[in-house]
């Protein structure tokens, strides 16, 4: 998000399930003793961890003031920063990242200071929201804003390449594409989706005034439902994975 909209007490109660479904990645990343490796939108730090208890001196960087507070109280070395203006140079053996490109929408620039970052031949490993990724909230977003007469396209915060579009990035910078795939992940959810929309859709609920903000959230699950929500009210949310393995030139 551009502004510090985290609030890291409801990220950590409706959201854990982001950090626990990261943890495949960690073994495709497989972290050596001794690696420096940077945590790219390391949030509140919860995967930033494991790769430390790994044996490797890691780094966190996240645009969120409020999330690197949070990672600092782990023992992290996490600094605030913009993943679209990273500042290293061949400073890392390699880059990590789970959740954190689709909030960032020049990742051009990303890949750019990914690349910066790794040392040669250094590898960066992702995963983040892919062509696709959560559609149907998207869809229902859109929509209950248009009834409204908002147009939610400026303030759409979320971008969901192909792994063709991605690809290309990679390729363009020098990297070498070893392994990129889109995964559907439908995730059953810990409470609402209002409760989702909450943390993760800030910038969609904001755009109507406090007091109309429960009928909208309303309208949005109404909108969703059919598609997210089984038979025992029990919500879901359609998450499409791009991950990707790339090696620096
Ligand atoms: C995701 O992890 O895919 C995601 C999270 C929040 C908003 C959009 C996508």
Redesign the pocket.
Known sequence: MSDDAWRPALYDRDTRF?SDLGAPLVDVLDPRAGERILDLGCGDGALTVTLAERGASVIGVDASPAMVAVARERGIDARVMDGQALAFDDAFDAVFSN?AL??MPRQDHVVAGVRWALRPGGRFVAE??GAG??AA?REALHGALAARRIDAAPLDP?T?PTTASFAALLEDAGFAVLSIALIPRPTPLPGTLGD?LE???TRFLDAVPATERAALTNEVERRAAPRLRDAVGRWS?D???LRVVARAP
């Open positions: 982001v959740a689709h909030w983040f929201g990724n959560v909230i979320w969901f989702w943390v993760f859709a949310a998450y499409v994975r």
